[in-house]
């Protein structure tokens, strides 16, 4: 099984610009989350998707759009791209959205904003 | 709130020495606790967890982990150390939503 897959792996963009990262999961997971890491703060929920058709904003929301398509499937959008949003993306996933359960993480999405 | 404390940013450890990473917590219930490590370009990988139960959980390659609730810590072990734990690992308290809070981290190097 792939597990957690995310596209592009690697991205720069100018200011302004705008881009989506993908994300899908092959595990029936109903929980799909973005995270960004940045030296020295660990991994900051971005966005999550408790259960297909419900998104909800977590620790640093603003910048970002997601779409949950699918149960698969959780992308997350950039729609003017700031120098602040270089970082390096995680899409996770797990079976229920509680802090009870394990995160399954995809290889990361580095972002690059010029 | 939930949050996690890594006091130790980096930590540099001889091959087959031991090795210990700390971590605070600060939840007002029982926390869920995880130790995850991310080897460099990878994502993370699930170390061992802790929900209830056996205060020392033990995980995949050779790492333990004690919870001890009036320290608020969960303190990551091993007791020999490879190079191949050269790694960034996170601590991460879960509370009873979505949200997992990550400690910054702490990078082991492993020297020969």
């Known amino acids: 099984n792939a597990g957690v897959t995310q596209t592009p792996k690697f991205q720069v963009l100018k200011t302004g610009q705008s881009m989506t990262l993908q994300c899908a999961q092959d595990m029936n997971h109903n929980s799909m989350y973005w995270y960004r890491q940045d030296p020295g703060m660990g991994l900051r929920l971005i966005y999550y998707?408790?259960?297909?058709?419900?998104?909800d904003k977590g620790e640093v929301p603003n910048g970002y759009n997601v779409s949950r398509l699918n149960k698969r499937e959780f992308s997350l959008r950039l729609e003017s791209a700031a120098p602040s949003q270089t970082s390096v993306y995680f899409c996770?996933?797990?079976?229920?959205?509680?802090?009870?359960?394990?995160?399954?993480f995809g290889a990361g999405s580095r972002l690059t904003v010029l | 709130a939930q949050s996690v404390t890594q006091p130790d940013i980096h930590i540099t450890v001889s091959e087959g020495a031991s090795l210990e990473l700390r971590c605070n917590y600060s939840?007002?219930?029982?926390?869920?606790l995880f130790w995850y490590v991310q080897s460099p370009g990878q994502g993370l990988q699930l170390l061992l967890k802790?929900?209830?139960?056996?205060?020392l959980v033990q995980g995949i390659k050779g790492f333990e982990a004690e919870f001890k609730r009036s320290q608020s810590s969960f303190n990551l072990r091993k007791p020999s150390v490879h190079w191949s734990d050269a790694a960034e690992y996170f601590c991460a308290v879960g509370a009873n939503d979505y949200k997992l809070s990550f400690g910054a981290g702490t990078t082991v190097t492993v020297r020969a």
């Open positions: 998707s408790a259960s297909e058709g419900t998104t």
């Open positions: 996770a996933s797990s079976k229920q959205g509680t802090g009870a359960n394990v995160l399954t």
């Open positions: 939840y007002g219930a029982t926390p869920y």
């Open positions: 802790y929900f209830s139960g056996d205060t």
